[in-house]
C-alpha cells in the first residue's frame, strides 16, 4: 500500500541528521567536561543504529515521496524525533519521567518553549544546548532542513515543503524548492549569528548569547535561566532580543529581499503592515497601562514592547511577569495569543495574514448583502485572492476553534479555573509557551497530570503542522484503497 | 434617499402594538390596586401619542418597503421599543436609573434575562408583569408579529422576516409569509397557554404561573422570585419548565408539524438530533459529576438537565449555582453558551444548525484535501446544501468570533477576571442571561458601570438579530447613493 522502504529511507536520513546534531551537542558537554555527556554518546550511538538500520533495509530503494506518504512523513517526524530527542534528559537523569522528558522534547521541536523544569540553572550545559538546539531544529522546520541539505528526494519535495511551512500559499522565493530551502536556512543561520554576537557584546556569557539566539530566532523562547531574560537587567539585551524576536515573526521571504536589496517588498507587504501595526498599537497601550500603573516611562515601554513581540511572535521569553498587571493589559497580551507571527516566519499560532484575510472578508460578507448580486473579490497585495484560499481560511479558523473547545473542555478536567485551562490550549496549539493562572510565565508544567502532558504535546503538533497535516491521518478516507 | 413617510408609517403602526401590550399591563396594575399604575398610563400615553403623531404624518403614504428600508426598520424597532418600553421602571422608581432601565429593557426584548435587580420580589405586579411581557413579545418576534397582525406592508414582508427569524434559511411552514407568521404566533400562544395551566397545577400562583411561561417560551429567563426557580422545591414544576424550555429552543415549524400530525419530520430532522443528542449527553457527563460531588440521585439529575436546558436554549433560569460546581462541569456548561437553540426557535445563540453544517464541512474539507479534484458535497437532511450557503455560515462565524473577541478585551476594561469579561460577552451576545464569576447565576449586573450597560445592551441587540442586520447598518456601502 505505502511504499515503506521509500518511507525507510527518508526516516533514515533524517534521523542521521539528527544524530549529527546529537553528536554536536557531545562535544559541546565534552567541552565543559560535564559527567552527563555519556547520555549524548548512548544517545547518538541508538539514533545512528536505528537510522543505520533504516538505511541498510532500504539500501536498494529511489525514494519517491507520493503525496500520501509525504503527509505521514511530515507528521511522524516531529514525533520520531522527539521520541530519540528526549533521550538524552532520561539518560542524564535531569528529566527523570518520560512523559516529562517527551513533553519537553516536543515542546522544544515545535518552539512552544512550555517547559516542565523548576530548576533550569541546575542543568548541565549539554543538556541546555540540546533543549535550545531543539529550538532551533524546529523553528525553520525539520523538513525544509532536509530539503535544503538532500534535495534528492523524488517528486514529493515540494508537498513536503508546503505541508511544514506555516500560512497559506508561501511566496515561492526561487523557482526550485531546494533552492528555496537553503536561501531560508542561510538567512536563518547568519541571523542568529548576528543575535549572538550582539548579545555576547551586551554582556551574556558565549554560551547563554548561542542558546538565547537559537531560542530566539526559532520563536521558541528556551532559556538557560529559571528566570527567563527578566535575568538579565540589561536594557540592550532586551532590546536586542526583541528587535530580533520581531525578525523571527516576519516572513522570512521579505527578510531576504530586504537583506539582498530589495527592502520595499517589505514594507508593501499587507501582512507586515498589519503585524508592526498590531504590535506598535498593543505596545502603546500597554505601555501607558504600566505607566498608570506606577512603572517608569522607558520601563513601561521596554516591558510592554518585549512581551507584546514575546507574546504575537510565539516566542514566550518573560521580562515582567503579566501575571501581575491588570485584568485589561493581561486581556491584550491574551488577545495576541490568537494572532501568531506572520506566514513564512518561525513564528506560529494562527497567523496575521489569515485574520487580515478573514477582517477583509468579513466587511466584504456585508457589502454582499447589500449588493447581493455584484461580484466583490478581496484584494490582497494588489493581487485578487482566489475565492478557494479565502474559504481554506475559513475552514482552518472553523477547525481550529473546534479543536480549541474541545482541548480546552479536556484541559478542565485538570485545571482549577478558566483562565487555566483556555491557557493550556492557547499557549500549546498557538507554540508560545507560557500561559495565564496556575502555567503563567513564572510557573511552569509540572504539576498536569501524565496523560495531560501527552494531549497538550499532541496539540503542540497539531499548532506546529497548522492542523491539517496532522487531522489528515485521523480520516478514514485518507487510510482507504 | 430613504423613504420616511414609509418608514415612519410602520413604526406608527408598530408603536401602536406597543401601546396595547402597555394597556394589558396597565389592567393587571390596576386589578393588582397597586400605586404605581400611574406609571403604565403615562407611558401608554406617550407612546399613543407619538405614534399617532407618526401615523397622521404619513397618512397619504401607501408603505412599500424596500429591502434597505427593511434592514433600518427591523435593527431601529428593536431599539425604540427598548426606549419606550423603559419608561415605566422610570416613572414608577423601580429602576431609577437610565442605563439600568435601558438595560433591563433590552435584555428583556432580546430574551437575554441579564438582569441588574436585586430585589425582584419588591417590585409590584404591574413591573413584574411587564418585564416578563418584554420577553414574550421579543420571544417570538416584534416584526414577526407585525406581519401576524398587519400583513399588508407591501413587498418587503419576505426580506424583513427573514431578518428577524434567526438561523439559517428557515424552512417555510407555508407560502405566505404572512400565514407562516401568524400560525407561529398561534403555537406560542398555545403552548404558553399549556404551559401556565401545567404551572399552575404544580402549585404556583397563577400570576407567576403566566409569568414564567411567557419568559419560558420566549427563552428568556425573567424570573418573578430573586432566587429564579430555586425558589419552587418542587421537581413537578422543575421537570414542566426543562421540558418548555427544551420545546421553545426547537424550531417552531417542526413543533407545528408535531401538533398537526406529522411528528416524522420532526425526528427525523438532523438539528433535533443533533439538538437533543448534546442535551443528554452534557447531562448525562453534569449528572454522574454531580452525583460523584455528594448529591442525590434524582437531584444530580433535574438540576444537571434543568441547567442544561436553560443555557443551551438560551433561557437562563437557575435552580443551581453551577458556579458551586468543579471546574469540568462548569466548563461544560461555559461550552454550551457558544451552541444556542435550533434555527426557527425563540432561543439566540449560534444556533444548533451552523455548528453541524461547520462540522459537516470541516470534516469534508480534509476529504478534499486527499481529493483535492472530487466534488464533495455536504448533505443536510439528506438534501444537497448549496456552497453559498457554507460560506455564508462560515463568514457568520467568524464576525462572531470578530465581535466576540474584541467585545471580550473592552469588558475587560470593568472586569477583574477572565470568567467574568469573557461570559459577559458570552451571555449577552448569545441572548441567555446569566454568566460565570462577578454575573453568575445568583449575581447580577448592576455592578458594571452605565458604559459598559449600554454596550453589552447593543450586543444583545446585535446577538438577537444575528449580527448582519445591525452591522450592515454600520457600513459605508450601505448609506451611500
Redesign the interface.
Known amino acids: 500500500m505505502y511504499n515503506k522502504k521509500t518511507i525507510s529511507k527518508i526516516f533514515g536520513k533524517l534521523l542521521m541528521i539528527e544524530c549529527l546534531f546529537l553528536v554536536i551537542t557531545l562535544f559541546v558537554s565534552l567541552i565543559y567536561r560535564e559527567d552527563d555527556y555519556m547520555a549524548f554518546l548512548y544517545t547518538a550511538g541508538i539514533t545512528f543504529s536505528v537510522a543505520s538500520g533504516l538505511l541498510f533495509y532500504s539500501r536498494n530503494c529511489r525514494p519517491e515521496l507520493k503525496k500520501?506518504e509525504g503527509y505521514i512523513v511530515v507528521s511522524v517526524v516531529w514525533i520520531i524525533f522527539s521520541i530519540f530527542g528526549c533521550l538524552p534528559y532520561l539518560f542524564s537523569g535531569s528529566i527523570p519521567d518520560i512523559s516529562n522528558a517527551f513533553f519537553e522534547t516536543m515542546s522544544g521541536f515545535t518552539t512552544t518553549g512550555s517547559s516542565v523544569l523548576n530548576n533550569i540553572e541546575e542543568m548541565s550545559h549539554g543538556i541546555l544546548f540540546w533543549r535550545s538546539l531543539t529550538q532551533w531544529l524546529g523553528g525553520m522546520g525539520i523538513i525544509v532542513l532536509f530539503i535544503a541539505v538532500l534535495p534528492n528526494i523524488g517528486i514529493g519535495n515540494r508537498e513536503l515543503f508546503i505541508a511544514e511551512v506555516p500560512g497559506p500559499a508561501p511566496d515561492k522565493l526561487t523557482p526550485s524548492i531546494a533552492a528555496t530551502a537553503q536561501k531560508l536556512w542561510g538567512l536563518y543561520v547568519a541571523f542568529t549569528f548576528l543575535e549572538t554576537v550582539l548579545l555576547w557584546i551586551g554582556g551574556m556569557s558565549l554560551f547563554d548569547a548561542v542558546n538565547h539566539s537559537f531560542t530566539t530566532m526559532a520563536t521558541g523562547g528556551y532559556s538557560t535561566k529559571q528566570a527567563s531574560i527578566a535575568f538579565y537587567d540589561s536594557a540592550f539585551i532586551q532590546y536586542v532580543i526583541t528587535v530580533f524576536m520581531l525578525i523571527a515573526g516576519t516572513n522570512f521571504s521579505l527578510s531576504y529581499m530586504l537583506v539582498t536589496g530589495r527592502p520595499r517588498k517589505l514594507f508593501k507587504d499587507e501582512e507586515y503592515k498589519f503585524y508592526m501595526t498590531i504590535v506598535l498599537v498593543v505596545s502603546a497601550l500597554i505601555s501607558i497601562g504600566l505607566f498608570w500603573e506606577g512603572s517608569a516611562v522607558e520601563k513601561a515601554i521596554r516591558d510592554s514592547v518585549f512581551t507584546v513581540a514575546s507574546i504575537i511572535t510565539t516566542t514566550g521569553y518573560a521580562t515582567a511577569d503579566y501575571e501581575l498587571w491588570s485584568?485589561?493589559l493581561?486581556?491584550?497580551i491574551?488577545?495576541l495569543m490568537?494572532i501568531g507571527g506572520c506566514a513564512g516566519s518561525t513564528g506560529g499560532g494562527f497567523k496575521v495574514v489569515r485574520i487580515l484575510l478573514?477582517?477583509k472578508?468579513?466587511?466584504h460578507?456585508?457589502?454582499r448583502?447589500?449588493?447581493p448580486n455584484a461580484v466583490i473579490n478581496i484584494k490582497y497585495n494588489k493581487r485578487r485572492v482566489p475565492s478557494k484560499i479565502v474559504?481554506?481560511v475559513?475552514?482552518f479558523?472553523?477547525?481550529y476553534?473546534?479543536v480549541f473547545?474541545i482541548s480546552?473542555?479536556i484541559m478542565?478536567?485538570c485545571?482549577?479555573?478558566?483562565?487555566t485551562?483556555?491557557s493550556s490550549v492557547a499557549t500549546t496549539l498557538g507554540n508560545i509557551g507560557p500561559g495565564?493562572g496556575d502555567i503563567g510565565p513564572t510557573e511552569n508544567f509540572a504539576y498536569y497530570p501524565s496523560w495531560a502532558k501527552w494531549f497538550l504535546s499532541f496539540l503542540m503538533l497539531l499548532g506546529r503542522l497548522e492542523l491539517?497535516t496532522v487531522?489528515?491521518l485521523f480520516?478514514k478516507?485518507?487510510w482507504k484503497k
Open positions: 500520501r485584568h485589561f493581561k486581556m491584550l491574551f488577545s490568537f478573514l477582517v472578508n468579513s466587511y460578507e456585508i457589502k448583502m447589500i449588493h474559504v481554506n475559513m475552514a479558523l472553523i477547525l476553534i473546534g473547545a480546552t473542555v478542565s478536567i485545571s482549577n479555573n478558566l483562565e485551562s483556555i495565564f491539517f487531522l489528515i480520516s478516507t485518507f
